[in-house]
């Protein structure tokens, strides 16, 4: 099975904090994504990526930067946190949109 | 931009009743996509839809796909404590790529009641 991994589960951050967030999936897949997932609002797409260094902005880009430097790994940034960043955040990996997604654990940051 | 809802955003049944959630895109989909979100769980894939009116069964999920590839539905048949969850649909954002992620829609919370 694909495998997702996310580094941590839980994080608490400070406002003004650089935060990463880390993901890592073991099955060759091309394309990853990064998604925040909100009461209300459903998962939003922050970042994806179709090739290593390769990065695109989703719906919700402001505030998060992306690196992906290996295949396997793509790596969310927070440059300055907030609290509006306080959120769930997956990450997944996928062949393209035309295969199913595999989704990780997910992280939950607070933002204090 | 490209807008996929979802409707109902809650229901509630007794266990054992019937559930339909319905999925409508803003735009035609090349493709449509189920998944499952368990309480405090991420999303996990259960199906992918791909052909104008395509009907698809796992168990006692059904999937339809509309006609004019706009719309789509889940429908559980005798609902289990197990079917507990969010249901989202999702489809890619732009309906001629392939890399440029899937919108999703909010999803809907099934609530079943013993």
């Known amino acids: 099975d694909v495998k997702v991994t996310q580094s941590s589960r839980y994080l608490v951050k400070r406002t003004g904090e650089k935060v990463f967030l880390e993901c890592v999936q073991d099955?060759?897949?091309?394309?990853m994504f990064w998604y925040r997932q909100d009461p209300g609002l459903g998962l939003r797409l922050i970042y994806f990526s179709y090739d290593v260094k390769m990065k695109e902005k989703g719906d919700i880009p402001e505030g998060y930067s992306v690196s992906r430097e290996k295949k396997e790994r793509f790596s969310l940034i927070l440059e300055s946190a907030s609290t509006n960043q306080t959120s769930m955040y997956l990450c997944?990996?996928?062949?393209?949109?035309?295969?199913?997604?595999?989704f990780g654990s997910g992280t939950r940051l607070t933002v204090v | 931009g490209q807008q996929v809802m979802q409707i109902p955003q809650y229901q509630h049944v007794q266990e054992g009743e019937d559930f339909t959630t319905y999925c409508n895109s803003s735009?035609?989909?090349?493709?449509i996509q189920w998944y499952k979100q368990r309480p405090g769980g991420h999303p996990v894939f259960l199906i992918q839809l791909v052909k104008s009116g395509e009907v698809k069964k796992q168990k006692r999920l059904t999937f339809q796909f509309g006609e004019a590839k706009k719309n789509s539905s889940l429908h559980i048949t005798a609902t289990q404590t197990t079917d507990v969850g969010t249901y989202f649909c999702?489809?890619?954002?732009?309906?001629?790529?392939?890399?440029?992620?899937?919108?999703f829609g909010k999803g809907t919370h099934l609530i079943i009641q013993p």
């Open positions: 099955m060759d897949h091309e394309n």
């Open positions: 735009t035609t989909l090349s493709n």
């Open positions: 997944a990996s996928s062949f393209s949109s035309y295969y199913g997604y595999t």
């Open positions: 999702a489809g890619p954002t732009d309906s001629g790529g392939g890399a440029d992620g899937l919108t």
